[in-house]
């Protein structure tokens, strides 16, 4: 039988920080009575001054260790996703191999942007396929308030901090990662960025006082997007695979605005108790979204359930997962 790729373990981290809409409601102009309605968003976390992007992604990974049997000396591969690594270079996966003392394994990171974590658990999946490696860390993890402007009421309502990962193992059996299906569309790309710090438009005294190091969004173009990309990239994946809606146990969607999500779901036939939602909670943390869905439904996950990972960035970027839940 050919060998799969599954997840066996899951691990998170949002700070302790809590930034409720009440508090944002003092910052700049807006109420928490609208932020719910367009967006789902109660409060999201904030990261600590003076911690990164690397911590929340080490607190994740030693959460995830705790559950298994495995030692950071185990660890093959490690592949970070994130639009807010702690340098330019070196790799932020670089970096934390060293903090969690896997010396031994080596690692790259990977930006597109909010669907970076289902690219990178693809490219881990092929690593695992291919029988290179046999155990393999996907990270996702976004310090995003840090880019945003609070003084643009638009998009700072939206983003929070956090981290999740999974493990990548091998298995024979009708379970792991089973299908996917990718897209990009570069026209978009002005529609959702940062739009200094590249070589584009480096950084100078006169970019940063103009603040073009904040998250840009058109937001109503960029959500007609998002509803068609996630919701016919997973129709795609559904209909390859003669999936129903009763043959799905869950929609995993990347937390951007909750209509998003709910419009997904209703193209994919989906009631709400088989979506997993906790933006209310976390808000956007943009690579940090699905893997963070899965730690907190973790418990609630039986051996053979079909879930369905969905996600739509800047880029444009999008794509969709189908899994069947390892154990």
Sequence with gaps: MKIKAAITAVGGYVPEKVLHNKDLEKMVDTNDEWIRERTGIIERRILEEGRTTSDMAVEAIHDLLKKTNITPQDIDLIIV?????????????????????????????MNAACSGFL????????????????KVLVVGADNMTMRVNYEDRNTCILF??????????????????????????????????????????????????????????????VFKHAVKGMADITEVVMKRNNLTADDVAYLVPHQANKRIIDATANRAGLPEEKVMINIHKYGNTTNATIPLCL?????????????????????????????????
């Design 81 to 109: 996703s994130t639009v807010s690594p702690d340098h330019v270079y070196p790799a932020t996966a670089n970096i934390i191999a060293d903090k969690i003392g896997a010396p031994q394994s080596w690692g790259f990171d």
């Design 160 to 221: 929070g901090d956090g981290a999740g990962v999974v493990l990548l193992e091998p298995i024979e059996e009708e379970v792991g990662i089973l299908d996917s299906e990718f897209a990009v569309d570069g026209s978009g790309a002005k529609l959702l960025m940062q739009e200094a710090g590249g070589s584009y438009l480096p950084t100078t005294v006169e970019t940063v006082k103009a603040k073009k190091h904040f998250i840009f969004q058109e937001g109503r173009t």
């Design 119 to 134: 690219y990178a658990l693809r490219t881990g999946s092929q690593f695992i396929e291919s029988g290179m490696h046999k």
């Design 295 to 327: 730690w907190e439904w973790e418990s609630k996950l039986s051996k053979g359930d079909v879930l369905l990972l969905a996600a739509f960035g800047g880029g444009f970027a999008w794509g969709s997962i189908y899994l069947k839940w390892a154990y």
